[in-house]
């Protein structure tokens, strides 16, 4: 009689234990399917959003009035596109 009260108690702890484990498990597969929806539309719109924008942030080309030129990245430290200056404006006088 007494292993079998002992035995129930054991039982009886371990169950609430179990249950509980369960619905920490639920609780957190919740929480982070929620959390990973949440994030994955925030950053979809966001990305979306910046397609958009990087039209207008790209300004058209300028009227340079000027025989010759150079663009350079200064990033990359490279040039993109120049024109050669005519040879009597690089002649010292």
Known sequence: MLAR???AIVRHFF???TDAVVLTM???FTARLLITALSVAAL???ARADDLNI???IPGAPQID???WIL???NLARYWLKTMPTPAATRPV
Do not use: L, V
Request: glycine share 0%; net charge positive; charged share 25%.
């Open 5 to 7: 009260r002992a035995f």
């Open 15 to 17: 169950n609430s234990i």
């Open 26 to 28: 639920k609780t957190s």
């Open 44 to 46: 979809s719109s966001a």
């Open 55 to 57: 039209k207008t942030m």
């Open 66 to 68: 000027a025989e010759s």
């Open 72 to 74: 350079i990245d200064y």
